[in-house]
């Protein structure tokens, strides 16, 4: 009897693994192995004294790219920075009642497990590439952010709780949306949550965050007025300047390996596979290939001027590493580089002649040759080492789906 049950209990083991996924997931795939030293890189990186990080995700859409916005607040979890962003499928749609994560409209996050982790504290419907593991999917931009008040970042996180109970009593009106409280592509997205959090729960006053009621008759205008990831980003920075925060920007770059393939998504495109695109300002730019415009130039020549340190997972090694150290500009000389070298590249891509543009950008190619140099910079003591490569190498630049969670707004 034995002989025979064992060969079938094992058979419903293997099955049971199969049917899961478990046992042939990939390096960079939901429930596969996941760096080993994200916690040491991770410690390297909060030893800089932070107190938030903005976190701009890239687009996945060959046009219209609006990417992703999300909060990290300093320690509201042991050892981490906890992020805080809005969830996609808490629409209230019929399609995502089952299978999708609605429990909260703001879901809060640690940073680790939201950038680098390939399985979700918040449980089996967490989607993967938006809720956790991030950068298995797209590059992330990380403004970062010091000598904010502790009542500040207090009140930003009280601001997200009261989102999350809004959206569970169905509250149909509000002083940041007009409307019901629930997921909006363009009515109430990433972008507006995190402006509205600053805007009416920190006292932004003067930060301006658009509203448009929702009618079928004004799709056109809802979208030409909806606020975008890019767009609130460079107005809180503005707004950061003001206060006299400082800033710095950490570029953690998107790894280009993952086959994974979003089980929601019509198109079965893996990871690997997708656009990887700056996040678009609403401009003439956003259904384009290539940008040309000023406010796109000037956002992605302004990250580039403030950045301090790009991070990574290397190929061969399945390692975190810090690829590139540099000095960062102020935020008034890196806004007025940013402008002079935009102004002067929107007008030369006008003309449509070649031309080398003045701007750099992140993951252009001067970062990728860095990361080539420096990829052994996993921790502290290799940080020297990552700069004086740096240094040695600097040249110029660079600069498809239907819409889904990958450009959620």
Request: with cysteine.
């Amino acid at each position: 009897m034995r002989a025979v049950a064992w060969p079938a209990a094992l058979a419903l083991v293997v099955a049971a693994t199969a049917a899961t996924g478990l046992a042939a997931a990939d390096f960079g795939s939901r429930h596969g192995p996941k760096p080993a030293n994200i916690e040491e890189i991770a410690s390297v990186l909060r030893q800089d004294p932070y107190d938030m990080e903005l976190l701009i995700s890239f687009g996945t859409s060959k046009g219209g790219s609006a990417g992703h916005l999300a909060l990290a607040l300093r320690d509201k979890v042991h050892g981490d920075d906890l992020v805080y962003s809005a969830n996609f499928y808490a629409d209230r749609a019929s399609e995502h009642e089952q299978g999708f994560y609605t429990a909260d409209l703001m879901v809060a996050i640690p940073k680790q497990e939201y950038l680098f982790k390939t399985t979700s504290s918040l449980g089996e419907t967490a989607s993967f590439g938006l809720d956790f593991g991030e950068i298995y999917k797209r590059s992330v931009i990380g403004v970062r952010v010091y000598g904010v008040p502790a009542g500040e970042t207090e009140a930003v996180a009280a601001f997200f709780r009261r989102i999350n109970d809004d959206y569970r009593k169905r509250v149909a009106r509000t002083e940041y949306h007009d409307g019901e409280i629930k997921y909006d592509y363009l009515h109430l997205n990433c972008a507006k949550t995190i402006g509205s959090a600053f805007k009416y729960g920190a006292g932004y006053r003067k930060l301006e965050v658009t509203s448009s009621r929702f009618s079928p008759r004004r799709k056109l205008a809802s979208a030409a007025n909806a606020n975008t990831p890019t767009g609130m980003a460079i107005k809180l920075l503005d707004e950061w300047n003001r206060r006299g925060y400082r800033m710095d920007v950490v570029y953690y770059r998107k790894y280009d390996g993952s086959r994974y393939v979003d089980p929601h998504e019509e198109e079965k495109v893996a990871f690997k596979d997708l656009p990887n695109r700056f996040p678009s300002v609403l401009s003439r730019d956003f259904r384009r290939e290539q940008y040309k415009d000023f406010d796109n130039l000037f956002a992605m020549y302004l990250f580039y001027n403030l950045a301090r340190y790009g991070v990574g997972i290397g190929n061969e090694t399945r390692q975190l590493a810090i690829e590139e150290v540099k000095q960062p500009m102020g935020y008034p000389e890196a806004a007025a580089a940013a402008t002079e070298s935009a102004r002067s590249d929107s007008r030369k891509f006008l003309g449509g002649a070649p031309f080398r543009p003045r701007g750099k950008v992140l993951g252009g190619p001067p970062t990728r040759g860095l990361a080539r140099r420096n990829r052994a910079a996993t921790g502290a003591g290799d940080l020297a080492a990552a700069g004086r490569g740096r240094r040695a190498s600097r040249r110029a630049t660079r600069n498809g789906r239907r819409r889904g969670p990958a450009d959620s707004g």
